[in-house]
């Protein structure tokens, strides 16, 4: 999976996400997908701007998640997840994922 196929997937399923006056940003080494939460509609994009939660991971690991192979609390206890900033936030996120 691309960045740039994660970013399409999260451009779809941000715009069923209400809005939560909050913007989230996931950190792949392939670069940033920034989703910001804090208007009507959600803005999806690949600009590394500033967030209240920052999710650092890596695609396969999110893809992973995604389909049900991968726990989420035993990515975050292994390390292949690390979230930093609002925590709140990132339990509200699986929406985003699915």
């Given amino acids: ?7 399409e997937q999260f451009i779809k399923t941000a715009a069923r996400v209400p809005a939560l ?11 940033p997908v920034h989703i910001d ?5 959600a803005v999806v994009s690949n600009e590394d701007k500033d967030a209240d939660c920052v999710i650092t991971t890596q695609i396969e690991t999110l893809d992973a998640i995604r389909r049900g192979e991968l726990n ?3 990515a975050l206890m292994s390390g292949k997840v690390k979230i930093r900033g609002d925590m709140a936030l990132a339990m509200k996120l699986p929406t985003l994922i699915k």
């Fill in 72 to 74: 989420v609390m035993k």
């Fill in 37 to 41: 939460l804090s208007h009507e509609e």
């Fill in 21 to 31: 006056g909050q913007s989230v940003k996931f950190l792949f080494e392939q670069g």
């Fill in 1 to 7: 999976m691309t960045l740039e196929t994660i970013t």
